[in-house]
């Protein structure tokens, strides 16, 4: 352990002190940090109660949802090759929703990761080998676990360009985490070049590819079989069936994924403009948390922009509708819907909140549209590709213009991008034949 290794330990151990005053002055984060330090206790209450010794056990940690849904792939192939056990940590509590699909046998908050709290979580546990998803490593929890012989790795690695962790400081206090690193698959050579740079030895580092790309391509098979139920309430919305008209009688379905304040006003703001010049659209908006709040203030927009009241999923599901602009008032239907679009928007490019998953709208094989303050790779290369456009409050409502009048030009795009995707499948094989090699290590 280093001199800033020694530091951060200390800070942490005055965090753990203070953690119930922090809890009093955000009470929304109590919970969450009385759950951080009590996680060596619950996992040792799991342990005493279901741990099989004679099973391997494996304990993955990922921030939040996203980076552990993309190694539910893995996950799946893995198990088809060892009878394990699956503990799951995170650092956000909204990852919590997408866990069970993960399918653990203990999950909950990673403790604080002061070497203290993750000597007692390891010893108490007793794993096989410890795997973090994407880029959350940590000093803490590495030490404790070379320091106690269990091995540790990384899968799906990314490392985006304008990553906090490679600024001086945080490489200086994160190198000594990544060099314990046993094996870690990078995500492309690009990414095992950054990886290299935070500390991870060369001869443990391979590319593996992301299995986030498998995780899309099986999530849009299933809406794929699926979506009639969705195209039906479409169709119902719209009082005909594709097949009464033509590709250019057809208006321009644009349906906006994820979305934040800063994404509706742009959308809403170029619908508007299109309606001055009588455009033929649909406008379908799915926030990203559709909470009654969030749809809430989506409506107002919809009224004090375009002085209409907008129609809502669940309205039409029970066989109303007005034939405004779309809000997707419930969780779930996204893919299907990107299986229905001309054009798919995806949120988070505008503000500072970054920009969502691109890859699923490009499976569904359809040209994918997003703002322009992103690091995402995926987006990059799309464009690269000719698969998407980037657009702002002045181009946005000519891009759609431009889409609307060239559906040769649509094609073209989401073919690209579904063979852009489909390229980057078989990631799960690699990162399940890593994890193996640890456990058998």
């Known amino acids: 352990m280093n001199l800033i290794e020694t530091a951060y330990g200390a800070l942490?151990?005055?965090?753990?002190?203070?953690?119930?005053?922090?809890?009093?002055?955000?009470?929304?984060?109590?919970?969450d940090l009385a759950e951080r330090r009590n996680a060596p206790g619950l996992m040792a209450l799991w342990a005493r109660a279901a741990r099989q010794a004679d099973r391997p056990l494996l304990w993955l940690h990922g921030p939040s949802a996203g980076e552990l849904l993309g190694a539910e792939p893995v996950l799946a192939t893995l198990r088809r090759e060892l009878d394990l056990q699956l503990c799951v940590t995170f650092t956000s509590g909204s990852a919590r929703p997408a866990v069970d699909r993960l399918q653990p046998d203990f999950a909950g908050l990673a403790p604080v990761d002061s070497p203290r709290q993750c000597r007692s979580a390891?010893?108490?546990?007793?794993?096989?080998?410890?795997?973090?998803?994407?880029?959350?490593?940590?000093?803490?929890?590495?030490?404790?676990?070379?320091?106690?012989?269990?091995?540790?790795?990384?899968?799906?690695?990314?490392?985006r360009p304008d990553s906090?962790?490679?600024?001086?400081?945080?490489?200086?206090?994160?190198?000594?985490?990544?060099?314990?690193?046993?094996?870690?698959?990078?995500?492309?050579?690009?990414?095992?070049?950054?990886?290299?740079?935070?500390?991870?030895?060369?001869e443990a580092c391979t590319v593996t590819g992301d299995a986030a790309f498998d995780l899309v391509l099986d999530r849009v098979a299933k809406a794929r079989a699926s979506a009639s139920s969705a195209h039906r309430l479409l169709e119902r919305r719209a009082g005909q069936?594709?097949?009464?008209?033509?590709?250019?009688?057809?208006?321009?379905?644009?349906?906006?994924?994820s979305t934040w304040p800063e994404d509706e006003a742009l959308l809403l703001g170029a619908a508007a403009e299109l309606r001055q010049d009588a455009f033929p659209f649909e406008l379908i908006l799915v926030p990203h948390q559709p909470t009654a709040s969030a749809v809430d203030r989506l409506r107002h927009r919809c009224r004090e922009i375009l002085n209409e009241e907008?129609?809502?999923?669940?309205?039409?599901?029970?066989?109303?509708?007005?034939?405004?602009?779309?809000?997707?008032?419930?969780?779930?239907?996204?893919?299907?819907?990107?299986?229905?679009?001309?054009?798919?928007?995806?949120?988070?490019?505008l503000g500072d909140t970054g920009l969502h998953s691109v890859i699923e709208p490009a499976a569904a094989g359809v040209p994918v549209v997003f703002g322009p303050r992103h690091s995402r790779r995926e987006a990059s290369e799309l464009l690269t590709r000719g698969a998407a456009r980037e657009i702002d409050a002045t181009s946005?409502?000519?891009?759609?213009?431009?889409?609307?009048g060239r559906p040769d030009v649509r094609r073209r795009m989401g073919e690209l991008a579904r063979t852009y995707v489909g390229e980057g499948a078989g990631a799960a094989s690699a990162g399940a034949d890593l994890i193996a090699g640890l456990i058998a290590s």
């Open 164 to 202: 906090s962790r490679l600024r001086p400081l945080a490489r200086r206090l994160l190198r000594p985490a990544y060099a314990r690193l046993q094996r870690a698959g990078a995500a492309t050579a690009t990414d095992r070049e950054r990886l290299l740079a935070l500390g991870v030895r060369s």
């Open 310 to 349: 907008p129609d809502l999923w669940t309205r039409i599901a029970s066989g109303r509708s007005s034939g405004a602009p779309l809000i997707v008032d419930v969780v779930g239907p996204l893919a299907e819907l990107y299986l229905a679009a001309d054009v798919a928007y995806v949120g988070g490019g």
């Open 241 to 257: 069936t594709p097949d009464e008209t033509t590709d250019a009688e057809m208006p321009l379905r644009i349906v906006a994924g």
């Open 12 to 31: 942490l151990g005055v965090f753990r002190v203070l953690s119930p005053l922090l809890g009093v002055l955000r009470p929304g984060h109590a919970a």
């Open 396 to 404: 946005a409502a000519a891009v759609l213009r431009e889409l609307s």
């Open 122 to 159: 390891i010893a108490a546990l007793e794993p096989s080998a410890i795997v973090f998803a994407k880029l959350d490593v940590w000093p803490g929890l590495t030490g404790a676990a070379v320091a106690l012989g269990v091995p540790i790795g990384l899968i799906n690695g990314t490392v």
